[in-house]
Nanobody, 122 residues
């Protein structure tokens, strides 16, 4: 399983950096993605990064505000979230995709951890 951390309570306009670690082992994923799930809503795609080549993809709501990055030496993927909005409030999960093409669908990801809660106050 992957372990997400770094969530917390921030005012609107604030920033948080989430981290996703592979429990002490090297990622064997083609892509590592971030998803989020707000109360009463379905899980939605936020961003994903190709573990080897580093190409990244974002949802429309994340573009321009969030940045996904990786540190291969630390086996960690980060999600830097700036200009936070109350609608960003959700549990954020990271997950691993073994498929070689980019996918924005949660069905193509596995190794879900317990997630980390992000709360943005207005």
């Amino acid at each position: 399983q992957l372990q997400a951390s770094g969530g917390g309570l921030e005012p609107a306009g604030g920033s948080l950096r989430l981290a996703c670690a592979a429990s002490g082992r090297t990622f064997s994923c083609a892509y590592v993605g971030w998803f989020r799930q707000a109360p009463g809503k379905e899980r939605e795609f936020v961003a994903t990064i190709r573990w080897g080549l580093g190409r990244s993809y974002y949802s429309d709501s994340a573009k321009g505000r969030f940045t996904i990055s990786k540190d291969m030496a630390k086996n960690t993927v980060y999600l830097q979230m700036n200009s936070l909005k109350p609608e960003d409030t959700a549990v954020y999960y990271c997950a691993c995709s073994l498929v070689s093409w980019v996918s924005l669908k949660s069905d193509n990801y596995g190794s879900w951890g317990q997630g980390t809660l992000v709360t943005v106050s207005s």
